[in-house]
Nanobody, 120 residues
Framework: QVQLVESGGGLVQPGGSLRLSCAAS????????MAWYRHTPEKPRELVAT???????NYADSVKGRFTISRDNAKNTVYLQMTNLKPEDTAVYYC??????????????WGLGTQVTVSA
């Protein structure tokens, strides 16, 4: 079975940094794209950053210049390096993958989320 496991969340002060990781495991054939979303009870789910198999990236306007998404193909892992964090970045961050499993079809998968809290 394919699953995504996030790690790296925590509590940081404004202006600080965190690095989130998401490892995809299981019988994976191809990963077409991975992404990070975030959600709070006060606002809808937001797409934060995406990276494709060709390493093309896209970012929400609110995080451009502060966040960097990258991947390690050997480990089937995507990262989100977050710098100059702001209180409004506080949310549960969810990993997303568009991938094909061995013997299966192309589908979307979600991690369970990791909490990021930015507060003095």
């Amino acid at each position: 079975q394919v699953q995504l496991v996030e790690s790296g969340g925590g509590l940081v002060q404004p202006g600080g940094s965190l690095r989130l990781s998401c490892a995809a495991s299981g019988s994976i054939s191809s990963i077409y794209a991975m992404a990070w979303y975030r959600h709070t009870p006060e606002k809808p789910r937001e797409l934060v950053a995406t990276i494709t198999s060709s390493t093309s990236t896209n970012y929400a306007d609110s995080v451009k210049g502060r966040f960097t998404i990258s991947r390690d193909n050997a480990k089937n892992t995507v990262y989100l390096q977050m710098t100059n964090l702001k209180p409004e970045d506080t949310a549960v961050y969810y990993c997303y993958a568009d991938l094909k499993s061995i013997g299966g079809v192309r589908n979307n998968y979600w991690g369970l989320g990791t909490q990021v809290t930015v507060s003095a």
